[in-house]
């Protein structure tokens, strides 16, 4: 099955266009509310780590590109549970795979998010993100914010699982659209028209042609 029949590259995985959003790359970083919790803190370090990468201005240099972008992915890596967004977004499918199968397939998920927003991460320039408020119920948490992009308001709420006493990002919802959900849709849609291997395929080939220069 072609490839462009099933993955709608530009309307359906309009993600890529937000990605830099989902991965808190805003150059002002406003006031944390005094009530905030750990999950937000923990957010809150994120951004903090990441905006010191994006304005070293040695590491801006050519020659220092490739070591910016793993320090920028390192630090996200960090705070995202690839693993659990990948088994959300794959859905029951997940139960079935063998571990090198869910490994397989953690590791081609992070690349097609990496290769969606590894250019946007470091050219962003937004105006600032604003800690509304946060919500916990036992090992789940919710940090709402909101980005300030020129007129414009963006919703972006980051869904949080504590594991092991850190908290970590496993789905991110931007103006009431989860990135899990859309991915899971996109996913089902094409175990159901084809395969779960043409399914890894595809997820290849994705990655591949964002890679490309």
């Known amino acids: 099955m072609a490839m462009g029949k099933t ?8 993600w890529p266009a937000v990605m830099c ?3 808190l790359l805003v150059l002002v970083a406003m006031p944390v509310p005094s009530d905030a ?3 937000t803190t923990a957010m809150k370090a994120t951004i903090d780590e990441v905006l010191r990468i994006v304005r070293d201005k040695e590491l801006k240099q050519p020659a220092k590109a490739d070591a910016r972008r793993h320090m920028l992915e390192t630090v996200v890596a960090a705070r995202f549970d690839y693993a659990e967004m990948s088994r959300r977004a794959l859905g029951a499918p997940w139960n079935q795979l063998t571990d090198q199968q869910k490994q397989e397939f953690v590791d081609l998920f992070r690349t097609l998010l990496t290769n969606s927003y590894a250019d946007k ?4 320039s937004g105006e600032g993100v604003e800690y ?8 789940y948490a919710e940090v709402r914010t909101k980005v300030l992009s ?4 963006i919703p972006l709420d980051y869904r949080l699982i504590n594991k092991g006493e ?7 919802v931007v103006d009431n659209v989860s990135l ?4 899971r849709g996109q996913f089902t849609k094409i175990l159901r028209a084809s395969s779960y291997t043409d399914l890894v395929d595809q997820l290849r080939k994705k990655s591949d042609k964002l890679k490309a220069p």
Not at 7 to 14: P, V
Not at 150 to 153: A, F, M, S
Not at 166 to 172: C, L
């Open 166 to 172: 850190e908290w970590r990002v496993y789905d991110v």
């Open 7 to 14: 993955w709608k590259s530009e309307g359906e995985l309009r």
């Open 121 to 124: 991460i470091e050219t962003y």
């Open 21 to 23: 959003l989902l991965l």
């Open 180 to 183: 899990v959900n859309n991915y």
């Open 37 to 39: 919790g750990a999950p």
């Open 150 to 153: 020129g007129k414009t308001e």
């Open 132 to 139: 509304l408020n946060e919500r916990t119920e036992k090992e």
